[in-house]
């Protein structure tokens, strides 16, 4: 069996919040194979940014990463010196985020951001760097590349600039590609397309991606295994096809539930479908508890085990390790 690419393992992070700490994220544990396409689904605030954050460790000030290591090509990214990191982000790992034209350089034409990138992660010369980036720029479906090529981020549409941004990224030649909701704000229409040439970018380039998304229809499409997350910890885990047919955690269940429902009423967003109760980060048994419809008094005390139930699947419910169905 490889060796993983990226290993996460009893990952914790602390944020200091109104002078108290929650730890949001906790235990977490998971890994991204070489040349694989890794989903992290989970509602919004359940800590998918964060994890990925850490990953590039670009926390905000108030965070803390206490436990847990990374492991990425053989370093512990959390104990790595700042000027180590630097060489990781961009040229090994790189992350395309949620706000394409935020993340480009203003003041500077897509294409001299691309061939920036081309001098600086293959050596190129300026004018080499120059006629390729607007190859790349042709490559990942951009029209009219030339023009395009000497707009400023702010002419460009966000499917264009998300675009542009995984060209710079292809320019990069990273191992690991972290793509946070790379499509939320652009039209339905635009975001299959960014998409598809998401799969077959990293489908090119043998990097792997680790794929953050609201969506489990996305996750259908895309990845080939996929981490459930829930108020920072990782509920259940298994390859697509597996969590799809026998999803094991409740909420699992119910996010699959959701999606079902928004087939039918479009417009309905999946996640946000589910009740709200509020987190409750100081409980010391599961965190879902105060929301599952099945809850059992062990699971206010103590916080599951994982359960193995098959070689690629793994549950943190007190309902399958009491030997339920
Ligand atoms: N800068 C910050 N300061 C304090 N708390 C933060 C900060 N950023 C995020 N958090 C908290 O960390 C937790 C995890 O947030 P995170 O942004 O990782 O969620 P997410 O799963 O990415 O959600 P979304 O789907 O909305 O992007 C949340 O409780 C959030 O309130
Ligand atoms: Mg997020």
Redesign the pocket.
Known sequence: MAEPLLRIRSLRLD?E?HDRSRA?LLDVNFDVMPNEVMGLV?E???????TALTVMRLL?P??RASAGQIDFGGQNLLSLPESGMRQVRGSKIAMIFQNPRAALNPLMRAGDQVARALMLHQGLTRPEARRASIDLLRHVGISDAEARARAYPHQLSGGMAQRVLIAIMLACRPALLIAD?PTTGLDVTIQAQIFELIKKVQAETGASLLLIT?DLGVVSEVCQRVAVMYA?QIMEQAGVRDLFQRPSHPYTERLLGSILRVDQAAELDTTRAIAFASIDYDSAGCRFANRCPDVLDVCWAERPAACWLGDDHVVFCHLRSEGQP
């Open positions: 944020i919040d949001v989970g919004s605030g359940s800590g998918k940014t964060m905000p108030a965070a909701e609201h920072g």
